[in-house]
Structure formats: C-alpha cells, structure tokens
T-cell receptor
C-alpha cells in the first residue's frame, strides 16, 4: 500500500518569510495529491490539490509542485502571515487516501 | 452548503459505556469516511462507505467498533463497550465520486474522552 512521509514535523518562520513542506510517496500509481490545513478544534480543510498530469499549481500565496519521477511533492507558502499557523497534511491517493503525519507551522509576528 | 456536520462535538463518558457518534455528509456526496486522530498515530482511516455500502472496514480496530449508513444523509460510528484507549478525535468526511481522486470534505470532529 501507499506510504506517505512528510517533513518537517514542525516549522517556525517569521511573518513575511516563505514556508516549504515536503512529502514523499511510495506508490507510483498515486495520481492525486491534496493538501489540508487543520486549525485548532477544526477538521482538516482542503487548501490546494494537484493531479499527476500537472507539475505545478498556484493559488495566490500557496503553490504545490509535483515530481512524479522522484515521487515527491511540496507545498510552498509565500509571504506568510500569523493566520497561516496551523497543522498541514499532505496526502496521496490511488484508490485510497494516505495522509502524511503533519507539519505544525508557526508564523511569528 | 452547510458542510459535513458531526455530533456531538464533545463526549465524555466512563469506560464500558456505549458511545454513538453521528455524521451528516454534504448533500450529493456519495462517499463517506470515518477517521480517528491521535497524537501518536495521526489520522487513521477506520471505514468508508460508497452509496451507503461499507467498502473498506480494514481500519476498524476491533469488534467493539461498528459503523452504519442507513441512508445517504446519515451515518453513525458506535463503540461498545468503550475503553480509555478509544479517546481521540473522530472525524467524518464526505466526497463526491467513487472514493478516489476527489477531495474529501471534513467535519469539525467529535472529541471523545473515555474515563
């Protein structure tokens, strides 16, 4: 089955800096990669996703890149703000969805 | 769109008691998922339904756990008897499609504490 590894487990950045979270997956047949943001007391919320026929996708300050050959994908947040502080999860899907262990991002004002 | 609705938001009960968690998926979504989240194990898929039929229950930890989906707008996850190690946040998610290659939409979870 699919195995998803996510790094780092914690990340602290200064407001305005960029943040990068990386994930690797094991199943080369995985073809859909969503990213979720989970705030305290809330469920994970989809923030961006990418499919295997695309190498990069951007939505305002958030971008995701996918390298199918290396089987890794990354989340990039630019111009970070304190409200970006949350736990971020990557996932890889091939028939079933496997989550990474999560990254706790703290943006210091 | 009201989103996925879970109840109760919090449940505290003594070990041995029966616990029932409820979920209303987003209207029109035909796949429903139950997850458990703990610090030690992260997000674990317990079971998922497609068109009200259980498709994969391999994540259900033991026979004390059961889930039903009597219709397209309601599902329950039941633990009987409950144990302290069942304490966790339980999430329900729904998805439009056949359970693959679509984003899942999560509810805000039920925080369960078994004393």
């Amino acid at each position: 089955g699919e195995n998803v590894e996510q790094h780092p487990s914690t990340l602290s950045v200064q407001e305005g800096d960029s943040a990068v979270i990386k994930c690797t997956y094991s199943d080369s047949a995985s073809n859909y990669f969503p990213w979720y943001k989970q705030e305290l007391g809330k469920g994970p919320q989809l923030i961006i996703d990418i499919r295997s026929n695309v190498g990069e996708k951007k939505d305002q300050r958030i971008a995701v890149t996918l390298n199918k050959t290396a089987k890794h994908f990354s989340l990039h947040i630019t111009e970070t703000q304190p409200e970006d502080s949350a736990v971020y999860f990557c996932a890889a899907i091939n028939n079933d969805m496997r989550f990474g262990a999560g990254t706790r991002l703290t943006v210091k004002p | 769109d009201a989103g996925v609705i879970q109840s109760p938001r919090h449940e505290v009960t003594e070990m041995g008691q029966e616990v029932t968690l409820r979920c209303k998926p987003i209207s029109g979504h035909n796949s429903l998922f139950w997850y458990r989240q703990t610090m030690m194990r992260g997000l674990e898929l317990l079971i998922y339904f497609n068109n009200n039929v259980p498709i994969d229950d391999s994540g259900m930890p033991e026979d004390r756990f059961s889930a039903k989906m009597p219709n397209a707008s309601f599902s329950t996850l039941k633990i009987q008897p409950s144990e302290p190690r069942d304490s966790a946040v339980y999430f329900c998610a729904s998805e439009q499609g056949d359970g693959s290659n679509q984003p899942q939409h999560f509810g805000d979870g039920t925080r369960l504490s078994i004393l």
